[in-house]
Every structure is written in C-alpha cells, then in structure tokens.
C-alpha cells in the first residue's frame, strides 16, 4: 500500500532500518502503480543493504538498475551495486557498474573514491592511488577521498608522511567517523607515532568495536601480532 511505503521511506530516512524494512515489506506491489514499485525496491535493497544482509540488497539493487527508466534512481542504485559488491569482495563488478556511469557522462568523486577503493580491495595500488586523485581533483575537501588515499598512501609505504597529512584532513572534516580514525591511527603508527596511533584507534574502536580492520589494526599497534 503507498502508505505502507511513504512511512517506510520515513523510517529509512530516519535511519530506523529495521523498522523500515518491516515497514516496506507489508507494502503490496500489486497495489501501488509502476514507478511506486520501482521505489520500492529501490528502498528495500537500501534497507537490506544497511542492515548488511548484502544478498538481499543486490536482489532489490539489481532489479531497479534493469527495469527502471528513471535516470536518477538508476544512478543511484549502481552507486548502491558498487558499493555493495566492492565490501563483498566483488571488486570487478563495482568497476563494471562504476564504468558504466562514467560512459553515461556521470562524474562524481564519490565515483571515482569507490572505484579506488574497488582497486585497493584487489590490490592494485598505483590504479587505487590515481582514482583517489581524480576524486579530490574534482573536489578537494571531499573526506572520503582523504581518507582513502591518505590510507593507502601510508599502508602501502608510498608516501607514509603525505598520507598522515591527508588522514589528518579527513578527520578534521569528518571528526566522529570511526573509519576515518582507524585510517589515522594506522597512518600514526606507519611514521612511528606510536602513542598517537593507539589513541586514534582506541577512539575508532569506542565508536565501532566489532569493525575487524580497527580491531586487528589496534592489535598491531600494542604488539599482539605483527604486521
């Protein structure tokens, strides 16, 4: 019922997941015209997708991606596909859907970062560092770019220092985002600063305590396992 779904799309946006989806789930699609369907399933993969129940995502994802003529909704749902498939370690079908909206014309950094996070996950480093640089040619202060070249220009010893500096910068942005500390805290300890890379990661780890990077991370850095 569009009921149903209004209210659905409120607690999603509200980010009370769960009670969203429930919500979204009682709508009867033959009740609701086409492009309320395609609203739908574009807000139940969003839902399954927050609440990591990523199989589930990609079924809703996909669906509107193939059937839906609203340019918008495709292009965020290919956003959502890259994401989903890069976190599950389907890193070359994230750059397939990435690909594809470049070739339509769309440029964001939020699409180039994804395609540099897509290539660290397989480890291709220099492809990884050169998306993170068009994201921040394209905007400079954008923290997830920050963030994600800063990581890997220090994780993977290419330029530890500059890396720190720009770790720094995303956490100054973006100063309550667990994952932004972790990446600091790493940065921290790859230049030798041992005391502010167990303070970063123990503040990472306050905010995301079972996030396995920050935890195996923070293990290094007090000399549980190595490197």
């Given at each position: 019922?569009?009921?149903?779904?209004?209210?659905?799309?409120?607690?999603?946006?509200?980010?009370?997941?769960?009670?969203?989806?429930?919500?979204?789930?009682?709508?009867?699609?033959?009740?609701?015209?086409?492009?309320?369907?395609?609203?739908?399933?574009?807000?139940?993969?969003?839902?399954?997708?927050?609440?990591?129940?990523?199989?589930?995502?990609?079924?809703?994802l996909?669906?509107?991606?193939?059937?839906?003529?609203?340019?918008?909704?495709?292009?965020?749902?290919?956003m959502?596909?890259?994401?989903?498939?890069?976190?599950?370690?389907?890193?070359?079908?994230?750059?397939?859907?990435?690909?594809?909206?470049?070739?339509?014309?769309?440029?964001?950094?939020?699409?180039?970062?994804?395609?540099?996070?897509?290539?660290?996950?397989?480890?291709?480093?220099?492809?990884?560092?050169?998306?993170?640089?068009?994201?921040?040619?394209?905007?400079?202060?954008?923290?997830?770019a920050?963030?994600?070249?800063?990581?890997?220009?220090?994780d993977?010893?290419?330029?530890?220092?500059?890396?720190?500096?720009?770790?720094?910068?995303?956490?100054?942005?973006?100063?309550?985002?667990?994952?932004?500390?972790?990446?600091?805290?790493?940065?921290?300890?790859?230049?030798?600063?041992?005391?502010?890379?167990?303070?970063?990661?123990?503040?990472?780890?306050?905010?995301?305590?079972?996030?396995?990077?920050?935890?195996?991370?923070?293990?290094?850095?007090?000399?549980?396992?190595?490197?």
């Open positions: 019922m569009a009921g149903r779904l209004r209210e659905g799309i409120r607690l999603f946006k509200a980010k009370r997941w769960e009670l969203a989806l429930a919500e979204l789930l009682q709508a009867e699609p033959a009740s609701i015209d086409g492009s309320d369907n395609a609203e739908l399933a574009y807000y139940l993969g969003l839902c399954y997708a927050k609440l990591e129940r990523y199989d589930d995502a990609l079924l809703y996909e669906q509107v991606v193939t059937s839906d003529p609203d340019p918008l909704r495709a292009y965020q749902c290919r959502a596909l890259a994401y989903v498939y890069s976190i599950t370690g389907r890193s070359r079908l994230a750059e397939f859907e990435l690909k594809h909206l470049i070739d339509e014309g769309y440029e964001s950094p939020q699409i180039y970062s994804t395609l540099g996070f897509a290539a660290w996950t397989q480890k291709r480093v220099d492809p990884a560092v050169d998306f993170y640089r068009r994201a921040l040619d394209l905007d400079g202060e954008n923290a997830n920050l963030n994600g070249l800063g990581f890997i220009l220090t993977s010893d290419k330029d530890p220092s500059k890396g720190l500096a720009l770790c720094k910068k995303a956490v100054e942005k973006k100063p309550q985002n667990p994952a932004y500390m972790d990446s600091l805290g790493w940065a921290h300890f790859k230049n030798g600063n041992l005391p502010e890379a167990r303070t970063w990661l123990r503040r990472a780890l306050d905010l995301a305590p079972r996030v396995q990077d920050i935890v195996t991370h923070m293990r290094i850095v007090v000399g549980e396992v190595r490197s």
